[in-house]
């Protein structure tokens, strides 16, 4: 682990060396694997936060009782050393010839593979439109805040909070569902490509959500993370 | 294979070392683990079953809650490496329930909403070892924890702790259930460590 | 728990098959349902991970590594396209 940068009070974004790196695709993972002294391993699986022809990067959020981040959040330091399988995947990923308008839904941490999407279509170019709804508890608990917001974000960022709110917010509150969908989503006419990204029950609802609002369903791209403890 | 510095998994409590099995940890968390769905049976459709060949003896939800029950308190310990010690719950002794049959079986195999089985020797579940659960920690059984009934067989690895159970087949012949058919351990005694097939 | 994706054993398939099989064709030998392996419904369950039709919740695949060697059970597949 080459540097640790905060993006929240409980999420880092940790930029890795890993011999041989191959260069990754948009929407990968890697699988990270800790050993203990005495033996004992955990392995979890972490989207790549970078875009390809960047060093990898994971963003890592912390969880209460989680096995695995609290110590890539709290313990990992620059210099330390862990196992990391990958990249791995190819159903979940994008790259600019795979088109659009892109339509990108996240969960909590399912923002990370949508940013490392996001990236790659700004450092490729790419003028495919692209949106962007990111369902998160506070606003203390937004990824990548700024550089979403930025020129460098989608074309347009809506972003819903689900448990508490800031004095003076103006923007949506409440969790997804189809109803904020068919306010935010491409029309199905646009022949959208939709990727939706977080815990298993907001995936569900989100890709349900989508197939009601008449988007085909082999274009709607899911990525289940688990409630708790990661994958 | 390099060692993740100061890396040691869950948060783990010090426990007395006779009390743990060899390679295990103690925790307070309880991880939810399971092969499938929650299975959600309504209680109006349960059943609890006992098959010995052609006999079989078989109770609804409230034939069986008016059966007696006891609380018992143990400490479980998972193939995963996590113990948890005194963690109480409510049910009905196994060795009640076999009472009602009749049979000269060696095994059981324990049978599952959702298709999971497990093997068992009898003598592992009668004796006052093995119970039918219906309560944890004081509360009706979480469905992610097994509700509305698990199998309890502490003193073996908790894989064989059957969630959703709904009945045992007694057979005479031990024949391995879901993990086992996969090289999980026959009998799976935590204390000789007993994770994996030839162990 | 609840249930995760093909996403989630993508590296354990790439380390048993050697190939990225997240996109790889599955057709569910219960219900004959057609979906690729990143649709599937999985459970790291502990002992192993268990894939199951996200349409009927049958049983697909089993994995179970054992001292270092991996069982594969794919019995529930009615076919595997890579």
Redesign the interface.
């Known amino acids: 682990m080459t540097a640790v940068a905060e993006e929240t009070p409980r999420a880092r974004t940790l930029s890795l060396e890993v011999p041989d790196w191959p260069d990754h695709r948009a929407g990968q993972?890697v699988?990270v694997r800790?050993?203990?002294?005495d033996g004992?391993r955990?392995e979890r699986?972490y989207s790549i936060a970078s875009a390809p022809g960047e060093p990898p990067a994971i963003t890592v959020e912390l969880l209460e009782?989680g096995?695995v981040s609290p110590?890539l959040v709290d313990?990992v330091r620059e210099g330390?050393?862990?196992?990391v399988?990958?990249p791995?995947?190819?159903?979940?990923v994008w790259s600019p010839e795979a088109g659009g308008p892109l339509l990108l839904v996240a969960g909590g941490s399912g923002i990370v593979p949508l940013r490392a999407i996001l990236r790659h279509r700004r450092l490729s170019g790419s003028d495919v439109p692209a949106r962007l709804l990111y369902s998160s508890r506070t606003l203390e608990d937004v990824i990548y805040r700024e550089e979403l917001a930025g020129a460098d974000g989608a074309s347009e960022v809506v972003l819903t909070l689900t448990r508490d709110r800031p004095l003076g917010w103006t923007g949506r509150t409440g969790r997804v569902n189809v109803e904020l969908l068919a306010d935010v989503a491409w029309p199905a006419g646009d022949e959208p490509l939709a990727f939706a990204c977080g815990?298993?029950?907001f995936v569900e609802v989100v890709a349900a959500g989508l197939v009601e609002l008449g988007y085909d369903p082999a274009r709607v791209?899911?990525?289940?993370?688990?409630?708790t403890?990661g994958? | 294979?390099?060692?993740?510095?100061?890396?040691?998994?869950?948060r783990r409590r010090e426990a007395e070392p006779d009390r743990l099995p060899p390679g295990q940890?103690l925790t307070d968390?309880f991880?939810v683990l399971s092969a499938g769905p929650t299975p959600h049976t309504p209680l109006d459709a349960w059943t609890f079953r006992i098959v010995a060949g052609d006999e079989e003896r078989s109770w609804t939800w409230d034939e069986f809650r008016a059966l007696a029950a006891e609380t018992v308190t143990s400490d479980i310990h998972c193939v995963t490496?996590w113990s948890k010690f005194d963690t109480t719950w409510e049910g009905v002794s196994v060795d009640t329930l076999l009472a009602e049959v009749e049979h000269d079986a060696a095994y059981v195999l324990a049978f599952c909403d959702g298709g999971y089985t497990t093997n068992l020797p009898l003598e592992d579940v009668t004796g006052g070892k093995a119970w039918v659960a219906f309560g944890y920690d004081g509360e009706p059984l979480d469905p992610e924890h097994g509700g509305p009934a698990r199998l309890l067989v502490p003193h073996l690895y908790f894989w064989k702790s059957a969630k959703w159970v709904r009945g045992l087949e007694l057979r005479d012949e031990d024949e391995p259930g879901f993990w086992e058919t996969y090289g999980y351990h026959m009998y799976g005694d935590p204390w000789q460590e007993q994770r994996y097939s030839g162990d | 728990?609840?249930?995760?994706?093909?996403?989630?054993i993508?590296?354990l398939l790439?380390?048993v098959f050697g190939a990225?099989?997240?996109?790889a064709a599955t057709v569910c030998g219960h219900c004959g349902a057609h979906a690729?392996?990143?649709?599937c419904e999985v459970y790291?369950g502990g002992p192993g991970a268990v894939a199951r039709c996200r349409s009927c919740r049958g049983l697909l695949a089993v994995f179970v590594e054992v001292r270092g060697v991996t069982c594969v059970d794919l019995r529930g597949l009615a076919s595997l396209v890579v």
Not at chain 2, 1 to 10: A, Q, T, V
């Open positions: 993972h699988d800790l050993t203990a002294e004992y955990a699986a009782d096995e110590y313990v330390d050393v862990f196992e399988r990958g791995i995947g190819g159903y979940f815990p298993t029950s791209k899911t990525e289940r993370f688990g409630a403890g994958r | 294979m390099p060692i993740s510095r100061d890396f040691r998994g869950r940890y968390d991880p490496r | 728990m609840e249930a995760l994706d093909g996403n989630a993508a590296g790439h380390d990225e099989l997240t996109v690729v392996v990143a649709e790291l």
